[in-house]
């Protein structure tokens, strides 16, 4: 994987957890919301993973917010 792939992802993982604390919510409770494993969960967050589009609307909906809130202006810095 190329490095600003890996940045991207890791940038990713950043937003879910930045999201997930302002929701206050732990990562287990994000689990349940979201129908994933909290396994999956921290390794999103860690960036460990690259998701799927499916995954990224479950956390999107889980989190309570639009799809492209995840996204916008990953990658750019």
């Known amino acids: 994987m ?11 993982g950043q937003r879910i957890r930045a999201l997930r604390k302002q929701l206050d919510i732990s990562q287990e409770e994000l689990a349940l919301r ?7 969960i921290g390794r999103i967050e860690r960036g460990e993973i690259n998701t799927s589009l499916l995954v990224l ?3 999107a909906k889980a989190l309570e917010v ?9 990658g750019e810095k």
């Not at 979201?34 to 999956?40: D, H, K, T, W």
């Open 34 to 40: 979201s129908e994933m494993s909290i396994n999956q």
């Open 57 to 59: 609307r479950k956390l």
């Open 2 to 12: 190329l490095e600003e792939e890996e940045k991207f992802i890791r940038q990713f």
């Open 66 to 74: 639009p799809e492209n809130k995840l996204l916008t202006d990953l």
